[in-house]
């Protein structure tokens, strides 16, 4: 099979969906890679690596897209992107359709088959290729937090750990899954006051046996949400539904409740985000305020730490990729019912119900797809 990666277009996008060692991989298994020139440079792997391992570098972008049967990303194709794509091509990548009408209708015109990573599901009802950059962001979450509540960030001006004499910042995290778990395990290593809010009473329960009651478990009511808005300094939204859009929990009117200064760090910005004043940021401009709140709403976070995150990500992509190019998408889906969450798009339908829900379109279930 022929299988390329192109470079990411993204604002501030460094990483790329396939390291050397995975190139080498599937050529050793017959297949041809073609790796747009300098796709690797941003995550520190240069061409010669690639050359070595046995793929086929391309500079001219629209020829890596023509040729691909299958087409390994990282981020959301771009429009530029999507008017590439065509009829028997296949595109595995992140996705995020429930908040991207307009990608969402792009894909359908394509008569592509798109398959996302962060709906593949597993034996436990987790989500393996959303795991990685879930624990990247959530790490990365409260060192931008940190950052932006200090004075010149436009934040209140308060150091996360305090210093002797002086208290530390009070940090809540909005649910308790892999981005909030990671998210309040690094604001504690960092000497804050901890706080995780969910609706999971046997999550908390996990994370309070985890943590021996250093971080404070709280079941998410609005009284309870209403008072983290009050006392918090900084508020990181880490909510998940799976494919669906995030919902709302922070209104606009809640923020004349927060303390001026006050940050929030939206990591479901991705899924159109969980604080309604939300709008998706660049690493370039990365915050902006509103009613005295700072808000840190990047939606491609792991992206600047793209060396750490290309390599966690293909670890866990490799196992399925392998799958796709050794037996084409429709077997490879056939053989796992979990690899077959991940259809969100097949010749011209939605094939995932919460993205179809999102927009009033009408959907195949992924057996449907198969079977056509």
Request: glycine share 10%; net charge negative; proline share 5%.
């Amino acid at each position: 099979m022929r299988i390329s990666v192109p470079q990411e277009i993204k604002n501030h996008e460094y990483r790329v969906a396939l390291t050397p060692g995975g190139a080498r991989e599937l050529v050793a298994r017959g297949h041809q890679v073609l790796v747009q020139s300098g796709a690797g440079d941003g995550a520190g792997y240069p061409d010669t690596a690639y050359r070595e391992a046995g793929a086929e570098l391309i500079d001219d972008v629209e020829a890596v897209w023509a040729q691909a049967e299958l087409i390994l990303k990282v981020k959301e194709p771009q429009a530029e992107e999507v008017a590439r794509l065509h009829s028997g091509q296949t595109l595995f990548t992140y996705l995020h359709l429930a908040a991207e009408e307009p990608l969402t209708r792009g894909l359908i015109e394509s008569g592509a088959t798109c398959i996302a990573y962060e709906t593949i599901t597993d034996d436990l009802g987790g989500l393996p290729l959303l795991a990685p950059m879930s624990r990247v962001a959530g790490r990365m979450a409260v060192q931008a937090g940190a950052h932006s509540l200090e004075k010149a960030q436009g934040g209140a001006g308060i150091l996360l750990p305090g210093v002797p004499g002086v208290a530390p910042a009070r940090v809540t995290v909005i649910g308790g899954g892999v981005v909030g778990e990671n998210a309040a395990r690094m604001a504690l290593g960092l000497g804050a006051e901890v706080t995780i809010l969910d609706k999971s009473l046997a999550r908390l329960e996990v994370l309070d046996h985890r943590y021996q009651g250093q971080i404070r478990t709280v079941y998410s009511t609005r009284e309870t949400l209403d008072a983290a808005v009050r006392d918090s300094d900084l508020i990181i939204g880490a909510v998940l539904v799976p494919g669906a859009a995030a919902p709302k929990l922070i209104t606009r009117a809640m923020l004349a409740e927060m303390k001026p200064g006050s940050v929030l760090v939206d990591v479901a910005i991705d899924q159109g985000g969980c604080f309604e004043t939300s709008r998706p940021t660049t690493h370039a401009e990365p915050s902006y305020v509103v009613d005295g709140i700072v808000h840190y709403c990047v939606a491609n976070m792991p992206g600047a730490v793209a060396r750490t995150s290309t390599q966690a990500l293909t670890n866990a992509t490799l196992p399925f990729v392998l799958a796709l190019a050794d037996k084409g998408w429709k077997q490879a889906l056939a053989d796992d019912v979990h690899f077959r969450a991940g259809l969100n798009v097949h010749a011209g339908r939605v094939t995932y119900a919460a993205v179809g829900e999102a927009f009033g379109i009408d959907t195949l279930t992924p057996a449907q797809a198969l079977e056509g």
